[in-house]
């Protein structure tokens, strides 16, 4: 029922409504801002650098050559427009579920899900701390991704608790078909594991449950274009129900989760989809799994990334033991690491930077986690191209 959701929505008169709009610090103004709190989360986001990059970053195909296959950016997008046509129907607040929605991925490494599963591997045996890119993305968002303010000075985005915690938040794995926001407001740093806890608003939810609608179809499509489906299109026609005369598109199921979502949704039982169309999801998620997520044509590529990640990590974590020495060996490579450090160091930095100071640089552990937030951030071309260098004589 359309505005279903208007009472609960995240507006000034929501209890939660203090804590929602906190931020780390009070933001500069100009005084003639007209935007809301959400707006300039919005902006912030997509003029940063790292949401940028989102587009050569793998979502779940490696093809960086071929233009009509989804990145990183592009699923990100799609998150926002799903979750905007909900949010909107059901009457909860846009300019929320659009920041979240455009952040939500910021913390994603380069090469996808398996960059993401090799930078934990790293990150376990290294620091002792797993990495996910919902809590890295919360960090990027808190830490590492900086902006110029009016006066040309560098300062970290300094998020809404709101926006935060939908970007930690949001995993799009949905295990019970009933999904409505927690009441205790907590420090987001508490979460250990992806999913540990719902989120905070009824905005957060639409996105988290938008992003799972979104990869489903999206993924499907993309491994139609490319073939790998090509032996299992009968076993998908009759999952989804179409004739097979009709081209299977990403439409057909976006559409149906969508309707189907607004239309059993409420204050009570939450965010729900009817039993079928929620059973309909799982099977089209195990579908995925068993045909698309685990084809062997992804393993060469799984293989690649490895190499290309673990090369790169094992060279600039010996900036710690071997400064001047490896300087001499690949000094571009260090020398773009060493700019991008020199912003958050412990040590004298320009007064253009007014972002936190997050390493200290004489603390091993420190500058390991350094190394592993700089290659979070990396598009696939970069990790590419410097891998490339480090080989090269």
């Known amino acids: 029922m359309k505005d279903i959701l208007k009472n609960v929505a995240t507006t000034e008169n929501n209890p939660k409504w203090n804590n929602i709009i906190k931020r780390e610090n009070e933001l500069y103004t100009r005084g003639n801002d007209i935007r809301s709190d959400f707006e300039r989360d919005y902006t912030r986001i997509i003029h940063s650098l790292a949401f940028r990059r989102m587009k050569h970053k793998t979502q ?15 699923h990100v997008i799609l998150v926002e427009s799903i979750s905007d046509t909900i949010a909107s129907y059901l009457g909860l607040n846009t300019k929320l579920t659009r920041a979240i929605a455009m952040a939500h991925d910021i913390g994603h490494s380069p090469f996808g899900h398996q960059g993401e599963k ?11 701390k797993t990495f996910w890119h919902e809590r890295n993305g919360m960090e990027m968002v808190d830490k590492i991704v900086i902006l110029e303010d009016d006066k040309q000075n560098l300062q970290n985005l300094n998020l809404t608790y709101a926006v935060r915690d ?28 992806p999913n540990q806890f719902k989120p905070y608003t009824w905005e957060g939810c639409v996105v988290k ?11 499907i499509q993309d491994a139609i274009t490319l073939g790998i489906l090509d032996e299992h299109l009968e076993e998908l026609y009759e999952l989804l129900n179409i004739d097979k005369n009709e081209k299977i598109n990403n439409t057909i199921i976006i559409n149906y989760l969508i309707y189907d979502l607004c239309e059993n949704s409420n204050e009570i039982d939450g965010l729900k989809f009817s039993d079928k169309a929620f059973n309909f999801m799982n099977k089209l998620k195990e579908f995925n799994y068993k045909y698309i997520y685990m084809d062997e044509r992804l393993k060469p590529s799984t293989d690649y990334f490895k190499l290309v990640i673990n090369t790169i990590y094992d060279t600039l974590k010996r900036y710690y033991d071997e400064r001047n020495h490896i300087k001499n060996i690949y000094p571009e490579i260090i020398d773009d690491f060493e700019k991008w450090l020199s912003m958050f160091w412990n040590k004298e930095r320009k007064d253009i930077y007014q972002n936190k100071v997050i390493f200290n640089i004489d603390d091993k552990k420190e500058l390991y986690q350094a190394v592993i937030y700089y290659i979070s951030g990396m ?15």
């Open 60 to 74: 779940v195909f490696f093809s960086p050559t071929n233009d009509h296959i989804c990145t990183r950016i592009e």
């Open 118 to 128: 090799i930078l934990s591997e790293i990150s376990q045996k290294e620091i002792g």
């Open 166 to 193: 939908g970007i930690i938040s949001h995993c799009g794995e949905i295990d019970e078909n009933s999904l409505k926001p927690r009441e205790e407001y907590i420090d987001l740093y508490d979460y250990n594991y």
């Open 209 to 219: 449950i938008a992003d799972k609608i979104a990869y489903l179809g999206r993924d």
């Open 379 to 393: 598009t696939d071309n970069f990790a590419m191209d410097m891998y490339n260098k480090i080989i090269k004589f």
